[in-house]
């Protein structure tokens, strides 16, 4: 029989859990599709070399096409003709293939051409597992490696040590398309018990706010205080801040273009006063085109090296919450804290997802209790302010804070 795919999609096991369930292709002598007991299927390649009868594994249904699959099977039958043994060549290739390999041919032919999300796969490649598993072979990565990369970063971050563990995952499935590994190599990634993942409500509150004013107002670095301010009030993402240019400002229409976001969407930030008045603080690098500037490096090549953005604001933003008192916020958090502080003013969840440039709304969600809470809220200081109209004025308490602030010399 021909092999079609509504044929391959009515195939079901038919062995008695031992034998092997392979249904062959008339069109192309030696391809065929075999059926698991566990329903998953896979194209083979049934060939002879050196006198021996082989059954090659080209690929699985599904992730491979039946195109792909016969295209396959006619290049490695080629190859017989001519003498070689694909198999044989397979298993050589297999053992010496890198982590580093897998990586790059993973970048190359899944993250980028497919996922709007590949730089994340590439900071954590280069984060967590090239700078230790670069030059290791892919066919020696245990389960207990895994688990035990997965234990080192989940002591100080579980969601990206769950994540890394999913591209694994990823990777050591590919790997068995891609000839990295046998198919029969068992996925060294899969299985692993991933930290308990809980979404985060930690914002900056009303109470908390004037205090960590006075740090970031305190902070020595004077980009790493525009950026933290611009955080509390624009929303944005770390990423897009620190990638944003001179050239994405409109200082006329009072907005900022991200061309590149995590929605894979440009998106236009609205600039309120204090926002402008904070970037029109920050002065401009020669050469440079980030409104955050990175360092110049300090050796003979400096004047060859391309310009960068500010990098390292962990630092900064980690001695401002400290002395700000309030050591348990991160800096995403002040992202939720705009979202928050809207949802307290009434805004609705689609404004809200609008400002913060969600792709859905169950993202924006997370805000809605916040509504609630705000229109409590308000009937409270209507009632505080109607009482206290029918008795003494108070006095104003705190002041205006110069957010901008002075740009410190030397």
């Not at 062995?15 to 192309?28: E, F, I, N, P």
């Not at 004047?303 to 630092?315: G, M, Q, R, Y």
Request: hydrophobic share 35%.
């Amino acid at each position: 029989m021909k092999l079609t795919k509504r044929l391959i999609d009515s195939l079901a096991y038919d062995g008695d859990g031992k034998s092997r369930s392979v249904h062959w292709d008339d069109a192309l002598p030696g391809f065929g599709i075999r059926v698991y007991p566990t329903g998953r299927k896979a194209f083979v390649l049934s060939y002879r070399a050196k006198g021996r009868k082989h059954l090659m594994t080209l690929g699985t249904y599904g992730p491979m096409t039946l195109a792909q699959g016969r295209n396959l099977a006619k290049t490695r039958l080629a190859d017989v003709i001519t003498g070689g043994d694909p198999l044989e060549a397979r298993k050589k290739a297999a053992a010496g293939s890198t982590i580093g390999d897998l990586a790059a041919t993973y970048m190359t032919r899944h993250a980028k051409p497919l996922k709007r999300s590949w730089k994340d796969d590439q900071r954590r490649l280069d984060r967590h597992i090239l700078p230790r598993w670069r030059n290791h072979k892919v066919l020696a990565i245990t389960r207990d490696d895994v688990a035990s990369l997965h234990s080192r970063i989940g002591k100080s971050a579980s969601y990206e040590a769950n994540r890394t563990v999913a591209l694994l995952s990823k990777m050591f499935e590919l790997a068995r398309l891609w000839g990295f590994v046998p198919d029969s190599h068992p996925n060294p990634a899969r299985g692993i018990d991933k930290f308990r993942e809980e979404k985060r409500d930690r914002w900056v509150t009303p109470e908390e706010l004037p205090t960590l004013a006075e740090a970031i107002n305190a902070e020595s670095n004077d980009t790493a205080r525009a950026a933290i301010w611009l955080y509390l009030l624009l929303g944005v993402r770390k990423s897009e801040l620190l990638r944003a240019k001179w050239a994405d400002i409109d200082f006329e229409r009072c907005e900022l273009k991200l061309p590149e976001t995590k929605a894979g969407r440009v998106h236009y930030v609205p600039l309120s006063p204090p926002a402008l008045a904070i970037l029109k603080s920050i002065p401009r690098v020669e050469g440079n085109p980030y409104v955050l500037p990175g360092r110049k490096p300090r050796d003979k090549d400096a004047d060859k090296a391309p310009p960068k953005h500010f990098v390292n604001i962990s630092k900064p933003w980690q001695r401002v919450r400290n002395a700000a008192g309030i050591e348990d916020v991160r800096l995403h958090d002040l992202r939720r804290t705009v979202g928050s502080w809207l949802a307290q003013s009434g805004a609705t969840l689609h404004l809200i997802g609008r400002v913060l440039n969600h792709s859905n709304t169950s993202t924006t969600a997370i805000y809605a209790r916040f509504s609630e809470d705000h229109a409590r809220e308000a009937l409270d200081r209507h009632a505080e302010r109607l009482l206290g109209v029918a008795a003494t004025p108070k006095e104003p308490a705190g002041k205006v804070v110069d957010i901008a602030g002075k740009r410190r010399e030397g």
